[in-house]
């Protein structure tokens, strides 16, 4: 399996409480955030589909293991992409400042037999997708 660890950072002119509640709720992201096609909720976890700039899909489940409300969302995803997440957020003057870690490994055997050449590849489409998320963001905000 190839390994991948992002940083992404989000500045947001917006109360904390606001960014909180958006991204706590996973189950609306479809609606604002492109390249999130779907979320099903299974018991206590979450099954993504995201859809990304390159011709392809990836779905993994995400269980959330770790809360502190108005500060960290831990999970832990299972599927396509195995790994961890955690959205940590702060509050300074009127804004918002959001940090996702993303450790992840691929399990899909195409994706590992590309690694070596195309992983500024799939770092290029994360920050794309991420990027789709804070625009998404900001306008809902």
């Not at 409480?17 to 909720?41: H, L, T």
């Not at 489940?61 to 960290?72: A, G, I, N």
């Not at 590309?114 to 994360?126: D, G, Q, S």
């Amino acid at each position: 399996m190839a390994a991948y660890s992002f940083v992404t950072r989000w500045t947001l002119q917006a109360p904390l409480e606001k960014v909180w509640e958006a991204i706590y709720d996973s189950d609306r992201w479809p609606s604002w955030w492109k390249g999130v096609e779907r979320v099903e909720q299974i018991g206590s976890v979450r099954r993504f589909t995201w859809k990304s700039r390159l011709p392809y899909r990836l779905t993994f489940d995400m269980k959330v293991t770790r809360v502190e409300p108005m500060s960290l969302i831990e999970s832990t995803a299972e599927g396509e992409l195995s790994g961890t997440g955690r959205w940590t957020f702060e509050a300074v003057g009127g804004v918002t400042l959001v940090r996702y870690d993303w450790n992840v490994r691929t399990t899909k055997a195409w994706m590992n037999l590309l690694a070596p050449i195309a992983r500024p590849l799939f770092r290029w489409n994360h920050n794309v997708i991420m990027q789709w998320g804070l625009e998404g963001l900001r306008a809902i905000l």
